[in-house]
C-alpha cells in the first residue's frame, strides 16, 4: 500500500533511477552481509565438504602429492591437470598460475616435450586473456622445444597468427595450415580448436555461413573423437550465437532449447541457467519479448532452486532491465522483493559458496605445501652442497696425503738408491790400492812385459766396472766378463797360488737373466786374499752358475785355508776391514730386497772334515729386465 505513492512520486519528481540504484545498493549491501555470514558458518563444513567437481578432486590430488613428497613428475602432472579443468571451467587466470608452477618443474627436469606442450596451453590461456605478447613468446618457446616437426610448425602458426592482429586473411591462413597439420597427423583436439578458431575469423569477416561450416565440422569431429561434454556443449552454443548473428533466431532458439534440455538432463544446473539466458537473447533478437522475460524467469527460479546465489542475482539484474525498458517499475520491484526475501536461505543452500570454499581451501593448503617444499628442497641442496665440499675435502685431503705419501716413498727410495751407490762404490777401495801396489812391484823388479800386461788389464775392468757403476742390476753375462777380468788380475798377482774355473748351466739365458752389479766380486776376493793365498801348494777356485725352481743361483767355491784359520792369521786392522767387508754385502742385499721387492739370500759355509775351503752361495730370484732398468 506504500509502494504506489512513492512510486508516483518518484515519477513525478523523476527520481526513479536514484531509488532503482538505491535498490540495487540495497541488494549488493544485503548479499555481502549474508554470504559473509554464511562463509563464517560453514567454512568448518568446508573442509570436510569434498564438492563431487573434477576441479576440487584434482586440487585434493594436487595437495596430497606434495603431502607425501611426491616427485616432480607426479606434482608437475597434477598441476598440468588442475590447470586443463579450470580452463574448461575458462577460469585462465587460476589456469596461467598453475601451468607456470608446471613448467618450472618440466624445465628443472629438462623434459623438453612435456615442456613444450605447458608452454603451448600457457599461451593458450594467455591468449584467451588478451595478453597477446605473452602468447606470442610463449608460441615460440613451444616451438622451440617441440619434439617433432608437427607440433613445431602448429606453434609457429600461432605465433604467426597473433602476430597480425588486424590481418585476417593471414590470420585465416595460418589456421588452414594447422587445421591440415592436424588432420594429417590426427591430433583431433588440435583440429577441433583450429577450426573453432577459424569460425571466429570468418565472423570478423562477415562471413556467418563459413563460421557455422566450421563450428558443424569441429562439432562432428568432437562428436567421433568422443571429446568431453563441455567441449561438444561449448561449439553447440558457439554454433546458437553464430545463428544469431546470422539473424537465423528459429535456429537459435531451437538449439538453445536443446542445449537448456540437454544441461538439466545431466543435472547441470549452472550450465541450465547460462543456456536459459542465451534462449532468452534468442529470443530478444527475435522479438519475442515475452518469451525472453519467461526464460529469464525460469532461469531465476532454477537458481533459486539449485540455490545459486550469484548466478540468481545476476538473472535478477536482466530480469529488472527488461522490465525497466517496458516500464514495468512495479514488477521489477516485486523481483527485487523476492529476491531480498529468499537471500539468507539462499545463500546457506548455496552449495557453490562451500565448493568454492573448499577450493579456496585446499589452494591456501597447496599454496603452505609447496613453501613446506620448496624449504625441504633447500635444505636437500644445502646438505648436498654440504656433503659435496666435505667429500671434495676429504678426496682432496686423501690426494694430498697419497702425494705426500709417494714424495715420501720416493724420497726414501732415492736416499736408498744413493746408500747403494754409496755401498757399491765403497767396494773395493782395496782392490785399486792393491793392484797399483802389484803396478808398482812389477816395476821396481823392472818386469816391465808383466807391468804392461797388468795395467792393460786393470784398465779394461776399470772402465767396465765405470760404465755400469750406475747400474743396480747388469745382465748375467756383463757380470761374468768381468769376474773374469778380476780373477786374471789376480792370477797375475799370484801366479803360483790358484787356478780357477767358471761353469755356467748351458740352459740359462746370461744375456736375459739379471743379477745385482758387483755382489759376487767381494766373494771372490775373500776367497783369494782370505783363504787361497795362504796356502803352500796351488789352491782351486770355481764358480758355479746354474737354475734351482725358480732362481739363480751361484756358487763361489775355494778349497783355502777356511775361515777359521784365516781369522787366526790376520790382524787386528785386516780383521776390521773384513768385518766391513761383509757387512757392505749384507747391507746391500737388504738395500736391494727392499728397494725392487726381491728375495735375495747369500749363504757362507766352512767346509767340514778333512776338505778345508768355504763355500759361499748366492741365490736371485727372476727379476724383470724393465723393472731394474
Not at 236 to 264: F, P, S, Y
Request: charged letters at 30%.
Amino acid at each position: 500500500m506504500q509502494m504506489q505513492p512513492i512510486h508516483t512520486y518518484s515519477c513525478k519528481k523523476g527520481l526513479l533511477p536514484v531509488f532503482r540504484r538505491t535498490i540495487r545498493y540495497v541488494v549488493w549491501l544485503l548479499l555481502l552481509v549474508t554470504v559473509s555470514s554464511v562463509y563464517a558458518q560453514t567454512d568448518k563444513k568446508a573442509k570436510k565438504t569434498s564438492s563431487g567437481s573434477t576441479i576440487h578432486t584434482q586440487a585434493v590430488k594436487l595437495s596430497e602429492s606434495l603431502e607425501q613428497s611426491a616427485s616432480d613428475e607426479t606434482v608437475a602432472g597434477d598441476y598440468i591437470e588442475l590447470a586443463k579443468e579450470l580452463a574448461d571451467k575458462k577460469d585462465y587466470a587460476r589456469a596461467e598460475d598453475y601451468l607456470k608452477r608446471a613448467l618450472t618443474l618440466s624445465l628443472k627436469r629438462k623434459k623438453n616435450d612435456q615442456s613444450s606442450w605447458v608452454y603451448r596451453e600457457l599461451a593458450k590461456v594467455q591468449e584467451m586473456q588478451g595478453r597477446m605478447e605473452d602468447a606470442i613468446e610463449n608460441y615460440r618457446n613451444a616451438a622451440r622445444l617441440a619434439a617433432d616437426d608437427t607440433q613445431k610448425l602448429l606453434n609457429k602458426n600461432d605465433a604467426a597468427r597473433l602476430g597480425e592482429p588486424l590481418n585476417l586473411t593471414a590470420q585465416s591462413a595460418y589456421i588452414q595450415q594447422n587445421i591440415d597439420l592436424a588432420a594429417n597427423s590426427n591430433f583431433v583436439p588440435e583440429q577441433i580448436s583450429a577450426r573453432r578458431q577459424m569460425a571466429e575469423v570468418k565472423l570478423a569477416q562477415n562471413d556467418n555461413q563459413g563460421a557455422l561450416e566450421e563450428l558443424e565440422k569441429a562439432l562432428e569431429e568432437s562428436e567421433s573423437f568422443e571429446a568431453t561434454q563441455d567441449v561438444s556443449f561449448q561449439i553447440k552454443q558457439e554454433i546458437a550465437n553464430t545463428l544469431v548473428t546470422d539473424k537465423k533466431h528459429e535456429e537459435a532458439i531451437g538449439l538453445n532449447k536443446e542445449l537448456v534440455d540437454e544441461a538439466r538432463r545431466t543435472n547441470n544446473p549452472k550450465t541450465a541457467v547460462k543456456q536459459l539466458q542465451n534462449l532468452a537473447t534468442s529470443y530478444f533478437e527475435a522479438g519475442e519479448t515475452s518469451d525472453g522475460i519467461s526464460s529469464l524467469q525460469d532461469a531465476y527460479n532454477t537458481a533459486i532452486e539449485k540455490g545459486l546465489t550469484l548466478d540468481a542475482k545476476k538473472v535478477l539484474e536482466q530480469i529488472v532491465h527488461r522490465y525497466e525498458k517496458e516500464r514495468k517499475t512495479s514488477q521489477a520491484l516485486a523481483a527485487y522483493s523476492d529476491f531480498i526475501g529468499k537471500l539468507d536461505t539462499l545463500v546457506k543452500n548455496d552449495s557453490t559458496l562451500v565448493d568454492e570454499k573448499f577450493f579456496r581451501l585446499q589452494e591456501d593448503k597447496i599454496t603452505q605445501l609447496e613453501k613446506e617444499r620448496m624449504l625441504k628442497d633447500e635444505l636437500i641442496t644445502k646438505k648436498n652442497r654440504y656433503n659435496d665440499v666435505l667429500l671434495a675435502s676429504i678426496v682432496l685431503v686423501l690426494i694430498s696425503l697419497v702425494v705426500i705419501l709417494k714424495v715420501l716413498y720416493d724420497n726414501l727410495r732415492k736416499n736408498k738408491k744413493i746408500a747403494l751407490q754409496s755401498l757399491r762404490r765403497e767396494m773395493n777401495p782395496h782392490f785399486i790400492f792393491n793392484s797399483l801396489n802389484s803396478v808398482n812391484q812389477f816395476i821396481s823388479e823392472n818386469n816391465e812385459l808383466e807391468a804392461n800386461k797388468y795395467l792393460s788389464s786393470y784398465s779394461k775392468l776399470m772402465r767396465t766396472i765405470m760404465e755400469n757403476s750406475n747400474k743396480d742390476f747388469i745382465p748375467l753375462s756383463t757380470e761374468l766378463e768381468q769376474l773374469r777380468e778380476y780373477l786374471e788380475l789376480e792370477q797375475l798377482r799370484f801366479s803360483d797360488k790358484f787356478t780357477y774355473t767358471i761353469h755356467v748351466d748351458e740352459a740359462l739365458d746370461t744375456d736375459s737373466v739379471m743379477i745385482p752389479n758387483m755382489l759376487i766380486q767381494p766373494q771372490l776376493e775373500n776367497a783369494v786374499w782370505h783363504g787361497l793365498r795362504y796356502k803352500e801348494e796351488a789352491g782351486i777356485l770355481s764358480l758355479s752358475v746354474f737354475r734351482k725352481e725358480k732362481d739363480v743361483c751361484i756358487v763361489v767355491e775355494d778349497n783355502g785355508i777356511g775361515i777359521q784359520k784365516s781369522r787366526e792369521l790376520k790382524t787386528a786392522h785386516q780383521k776390521a776391514r773384513h768385518s766391513r767387508g761383509q757387512s757392505n754385502t749384507q747391507e746391500r742385499i737388504g738395500l736391494l730386497n727392499h728397494l725392487y721387492h726381491t728375495k735375495i739370500t747369500m749363504e757362507i759355509v766352512d767346509k767340514s772334515g778333512e776338505d778345508t775351503g768355504v763355500v759361499v752361495t748366492l741365490c736371485f730370484p727372476r727379476i724383470d729386465r724393465k723393472k731394474v732398468e
